[in-house]
Each structure stands twice: as C-alpha cells, then as structure tokens.
C-alpha cells in the first residue's frame, strides 16, 4: 500500500498502462492466430492481408514499448517465413 500522494499516482499510472499494453498484446496474438489459421486452411489471397496487418500490429506494439525491438523482429520474421514456405508449397 502506498503511503505517498506521489506512490498512489505511480501505482495508479502503472495499472492503465498494464491494461494498455494487455490489450495490445491480446490484439497482437489474435493477428498472429488469424494469420496462422489461414496459413493451415491454405488460402493465400488471406493470408497476404492478414501477413499485413501482424506486421502491423507487431510494428505498433513496439512503437508502443510493449515488446522489444528483437522480440517483435522476432515474430515478424517467424510469420513471414511460415507465409513464403505456404506460398511456396501451393
């Protein structure tokens, strides 16, 4: 418990942004879900829109400060070259 008007303005500064970055970080897995069940279903005119618009995501949340520049790099990489070996496959 906080015992200083300053220590009650962290904690409640530190709870939005907890919240904040939860939501992007669910929209960031839900494009990536999305993105990987099109891959499965294979269908490539969705695939290349739903490639995007992760990228986009991922791209956001870092911009954001809610993942690491390698940890988005990361995951960017990952989905790109589950869509080429799709693309590739078909």
Not at 2 to 15: D, G, T, V
């Amino acid at each position: 418990m906080a015992h200083h008007k300053q220590a009650e303005k962290r904690n409640r500064q530190s709870q939005r942004r907890a919240l904040r970055n939860k939501s992007i970080r669910t929209g960031v897995r839900t494009a990536i879900k999305k993105l990987r069940q099109a891959l499965d279903r294979a269908r490539p005119e969705e695939v290349q829109g739903l490639l995007r618009q992760a990228i986009r995501m991922l791209d956001r949340a870092h911009g954001k400060g809610v993942l690491t520049r390698r940890a988005s790099s990361r995951r960017i990489s990952q989905i790109t070259r589950a869509a080429a070996a799709a693309r590739s496959a078909s």
